[in-house]
């Protein structure tokens, strides 16, 4: 399979979500809805990537690779395997709750699944925060003291983040995105999130939202204390390297040379600024696509980008 592999965007609407996925990527979104998440390559029962272009039109992401397991991923894939990563974007128009991921250690006893993700800041308000990990410290008791006064921000580590900074948020690792915050997520195909504490807020349906202390309880890291971002010079720079996946980001310009691919493994790449050229088709800024392991692609493009690499997830 000589071509990139586009797959069409599912819209999630979130309390916490707006419209900027409109302006800043020109996506056109359902109309009437916030909207806080794409999910632009998933291999899940309940949400499933459908192919945008090309010979398979159509198609599933699962039924592709069951139909072309070494073909997409590589000799040896699994062909029951789902695809090891979800791709997302991230509209935070308003603060998300505090929350966690349970460990692989974890998981299982409480009916979830592991979940490391990676956060790239595309872009931000000038004012723009994250919360992640602990304030030095910070014991589990004296958290669950301040949980039950409501005073549970004075436990964790906020930081202000400016435009392509970046951090990986393990398993076990307690987080939260600050309104103003335009991320591209790269995690692991999982859906569990426990959460800890949502600020006082209702959902879209009016009422509060479901906690989830107990489990938060046995999967936080209680020795993760102040984690800083990446922030990345120009160039290439290694944004992450974990067990789950490896992440790099690559300025491209004019005169830069053509970012080479062989083959062997299956990559994604997405665009985060500018647009990029795959193989004479334009990949526009959002796009995230992936590029078979039977394949060499390069990679150019005609003016100032920056690509996401996602690789090693094999």
């Known amino acids: 399979m000589s071509n990139p592999i586009y797959f069409k965007p599912i819209y999630q609407e979130r309390v916490w979500g707006g419209r900027n996925l409109e302006e800043a990527l020109g996506r056109k979104l359902p109309k009437g809805e916030v909207i806080g998440e794409s999910w632009d390559v998933v291999d899940r029962p309940e949400a499933m990537s459908v192919i945008d272009k090309g010979d398979f039109a159509g198609k599933s992401l699962r039924e592709l690779i069951e139909d072309r397991p070494e073909e997409i991923m590589g000799e040896g894939y699994d062909s029951s395997r789902p695809f090891p990563i979800l791709v997302k974007w991230l509209d935070c128009s308003d603060r998300?709750?505090?929350?966690?991921?349970?460990?692989?250690?974890?998981?299982?006893?409480?009916?979830?699944e592991p979940k490391t993700e990676n956060w790239y800041i595309a872009d931000c308000q000038p004012d723009a925060s994250l919360i992640v990990g602990l304030k030095n410290g910070v014991t589990?008791?004296?958290?669950?003291?301040?949980?039950?006064?409501?005073?549970?921000?004075?436990?964790?580590?906020?930081?202000?983040?400016?435009?392509g900074e970046s951090i990986l948020v393990e398993s076990g690792r307690i987080h939260a995105i600050d309104a103003g915050n335009l991320i591209l997520e790269i995690q692991q195909n999982s859906d569990t999130t426990y959460r800890v504490y949502d600020w006082g807020r209702v959902g879209l349906d009016g009422s509060p939202r479901q906690l989830h202390l107990e489990e938060s309880l046995k999967c936080i890291d209680w020795n993760d204390f102040e984690p800083e971002a990446v922030c990345?010079?120009?160039?290439?720079?290694?944004?992450?390297?974990?067990?789950?996946?490896?992440?790099?980001?690559?300025?491209?310009?004019?005169?830069?040379?053509?970012?080479a691919f062989k083959g062997g493994e299956p990559r994604l790449v997405s665009v985060t600024a500018g647009s990029v050229q795959i193989s004479g088709k334009t990949m526009a800024n959002g796009a995230t696509v992936l590029l078979p392991a039977s394949s060499s692609f390069e990679v150019t493009a005609s003016d100032e980008a920056t690509i996401l690499v996602t690789d090693r997830f094999v």
Do not use: I, M, Y
Request: charged share 30%.
């Open 232 to 259: 990345p010079g120009p160039g290439e720079s290694l944004l992450a390297d974990c067990r789950e996946f490896r992440l790099r980001k690559v300025d491209l310009g004019v005169s830069s040379n053509p970012v």
């Open 140 to 163: 589990r008791d004296e958290f669950k003291r301040r949980l039950g006064e409501g005073t549970l921000e004075e436990c964790v580590h906020r930081f202000p983040v400016s435009s």
């Open 96 to 112: 998300l709750s505090l929350q966690v991921h349970p460990p692989a250690e974890v998981a299982p006893a409480l009916g979830g």
